[in-house]
């Protein structure tokens, strides 16, 4: 998808100038707050029968009373003096007052960042919301975080924890007895059930917006590569500023976190997107558990199955996972799984693509086993693999050379580099500035031989490397071979 047509919902800065005169300094958790306990609501929704309402009105008002307004603020620390260079600009960005004479002293301007919303989903004041919307301009921690309850009620709020990777974030607010979500299992939900998004767009105050389901389990590529992405897609009116608001089902209960817009205006056109209140709940309790999600590993490289490979390999369809490359002193390689493999179930659920596999793992605590059935040779095999703990695991990194990633060229690298298929070996993916090798190697090239041996996988390219002395690599780059030496101290 084009960058052009990817849009978070934090509403501009100055759309919420009048919140720097009452936002107050966000106050640092010091002793642990309580553990979150989430009540959940996993009957499934009445789809037949029951005559059709005449209004959503007394549905919709629980719902609405745990829908919180969001905003945020970066504090300017200056020193104001009085002909000061930081005097002047601050004068003419703000419109300050100039300092007494002879007189300086620190200052602080509060700057708006932006609004977005939230859900309270524990009566002690537990809010869920997106990473974008608590982060400053430049990926950080907000400075500051004030919170609007559904009754004007305005609460500063402390950050607990963020998950960029999935754009969830909890904050909380000091209460008792708050209104809270119901949290319905968002795994019973269907394309064409009725929805409503409830959040705070564009600034203009609390709103409700009905539609229907128009699709599960998107991936729209906003989070990157190391994104973990299971959209559900509405087109329910999400504008910006619904960012952290709430997705209920007909009876009220929270399904999902609005989270982003496809639009060429940057208005709703009907494609909004929400995390999975599953998905969403899980990162929540580890967030409030240690204030980080810790990711297990299992140590494979994988890809989509490209129908031709599934048909030389004699494979009926191309459900599934390819296992290209499997990483040494990691659990899939401890538990017998081959690059060849194709993954077919993970935890007696059918898998159709890489997403599937990385959301499971993703899901999954260290220590946890995942059952995995393949394909090898036609024939279905079982492999309990044990999740490994990133802190006690070898980095699965993708290092080649010192400051060099690389990985196993697939279809997804063919299309990004643009490589043709009759090309294999390993791809360089990135190149740091501070690499001894950023002068010979770039983003995009093949390495074909190294010293005059071909290579299937990062480990052993990795392996054929002399520790010293040239090396002898043969390359493709942009359409055409050749030979240089690589020399490593």
Known sequence: MKKKNQIFLPLAAAAVAAVSGYLVAQDKIEDKPAPLIIKADNRPIERVGGAQPTSYAPMLAEAKRSVVSVH???????????????????????????????????????????????????????????????????????????????????????????????????????????PFARVADSEEIMVGDIVFAIGNPLGVGMTVTSGIISATGRSIGIYGQDGYEDFIQTDAAINQGNSGGALVDIEGRLIGINSAIMSRSGGSIGLGFAIPANLAVD????????????????????????????????????????????????????????????????????????????????????????????????????????IADPDQTASLSDEFVEGVKAALLNNELRQTYGIPRGVSGLVITEVKGSSPFNRYLEPGLVILEINKRPVDSLEQGRKLLRDRGNNLLYVYNQGRTSYFALRLN
Not at 77 to 90: H, K, P, T, V, W
């Open 72 to 178: 945020t603020a970066e504090v300017v620390r200056y020193a104001r003096g009085s002909g000061s260079r930081e005097d002047q600009i601050l004068r003419q960005l703000f419109g300050m007052g100039r300092a007494p004479q002879g007189e300086e002293s620190i200052q602080e301007q509060r700057v708006p960042q932006g609004v977005g919303s939230g859900v309270l989903i524990s009566p002690d004041g537990y809010i869920l919301t997106n990473n974008h919307v608590v982060v400053d301009q430049r990926g950080g921690d907000a400075d500051e975080i004030l919170v609007t309850l559904s009754d004007d009620t305005e609460m500063k709020a402390t950050l607990i924890g963020r998950d960029p990777q999935t754009d969830i974030a909890v904050i909380k607010v000091d209460g008792e007895d708050l």
């Open 283 to 386: 990162i929540a309790e580890r967030l409030t558990e240690s204030g980080e999600v810790k990711r297990g590993l299992i140590g494979i490289r994988m890809s989509e199955l490209d129908p031709r490979v599934a048909e030389a390999m004699g494979v009926p369809d191309t459900k599934g996972v390819l296992i290209e490359e499997v990483i040494e002193g990691f659990p899939a390689k401890e538990a017998g799984l081959l690059h060849g493999d194709i993954i077919t179930q993970i935890n007696e659920r059918k898998v159709e693509d890489p997403n599937d596999l990385r959301l499971e793992v993703a899901a999954m605590k260290p220590g946890e086993i995942l059952q995995i059935k393949v394909l090898r040779d036609s024939k279905e095999k079982s492999f309990d693999v044990k």
